[in-house]
């Protein structure tokens, strides 16, 4: 009985330190670091560090003239830069994507506002944002293979039928980034394709 008691309190002295371990905090980026991604229909695009201030990672994606200010805490994008220098908030649904620190079971949400598609109109929509980090899986695309956070993100429109979608990433502290996404296939998503991690720099 002793030992069981001893067996049991061990146990929960562990637990903690387990849990401590799948806790992922936000990453150090640099300078030069960069992720290259091959979408579905073969494209590739590049994301690139490209400068890093007192608060911000800047990055570039691709042949996109903005730039994009990442919150060095936390992992969201705060900003984006556009190529006259003005800083504006972003409103990109994918914002808080990562939001730091992540672990298993963790879920947060939040709400957009914004124009939308609507029998060939533009109209003010507002969306539900969901995120929720379903689990810890080991994940293999042509960079390598990577213990990963499986990250899915939902996204509701608050109108009509409240029509949805849902987009699936698998993070990687050790590549710094996202190595795969994967999109729903549905009518839900417009010219946006699955994609994985096909080669990176860190410096």
Known sequence: MRKMILLGCLFLS????VFAQDKCEAPVWKTGDQWTFKRADGTTFTNQVVDVTKDL???????????????KETGNLKFVIKEDGRQMKA??????????????GKKWTETNS??????EQQRETTFLIDFNVEGIEDLTTAAGTFKTYKIRH???MMRGRNPSGWLLFW??????????REVE???????LLNAELVSYELK
Do not use: H
């Open 114 to 119: 914004r124009l939308a598609a609507s029998l």
């Open 14 to 17: 562990f637990a903690p330190i």
């Open 185 to 191: 296939k549905s009518n839900f998503w417009r010219n």
């Open 154 to 156: 939902k996204l509701t």
């Open 91 to 104: 409103t990109n649904d994918l914002r808080k994507l990562f939001n730091f620190p992540i672990s298993v």
């Open 171 to 180: 993070y990687s502290p050790d590549a710094k980034w996202w190595v795969k």
């Open 57 to 71: 990672f800047i990055l570039k994606t691709g042949n996109d003239p903005d730039r994009y200010g990442y919150d």
